[in-house]
Nanobody
């Protein structure tokens, strides 16, 4: 079992930055691929970024060059640095974990956090 707890959400103006954190507990954190998803009101949950134990990363086209995912296997924490935020980035952001490779398919992720809200105003 893996427990995930997100933090770092909040309200920011367009062009600003936020850093989300996801603290993991339970099984060996480094064995899991970690990802961030987001869900805007009335929309489906979508993949944002993922990172493997090897530090290989993958990003949705909509956030490439603006967001950066990283992990600290000692602290059992994954981060999402969000820069140049846009109103379209407004959503609830969720941390997720799965074994093996990164996937953009949310149904492949077994473990989920409770989410943290990000609001970007124009």
């Amino acid at each position: 079992q893996v427990q995930l707890v997100e933090s770092g959400g909040g309200s920011v103006q367009a062009g600003g930055s936020l850093r989300l954190s996801c603290a993991a507990s339970g099984r060996t954190f480094s064995n899991y691929a970690m990802a961030w998803f987001r869900q805007a009101p009335g929309k489906e949950r979508e993949f944002v970024a993922g990172i493997r134990w090897s530090d290989s990363t993958y990003y949705a086209d909509s956030v490439k060059g603006r967001f950066a995912i990283s992990r600290d296997n000692v602290k059992n924490t994954v981060y999402l640095q969000m820069n140049s935020l846009k109103p379209g980035d407004t959503a609830d952001y969720y941390c997720a974990a799965k074994s093996a490779a990164i996937s953009t398919d949310l149904y492949e992720y077994r473990y989920w956090g409770q989410g943290t809200q990000v609001t970007v105003s124009s």
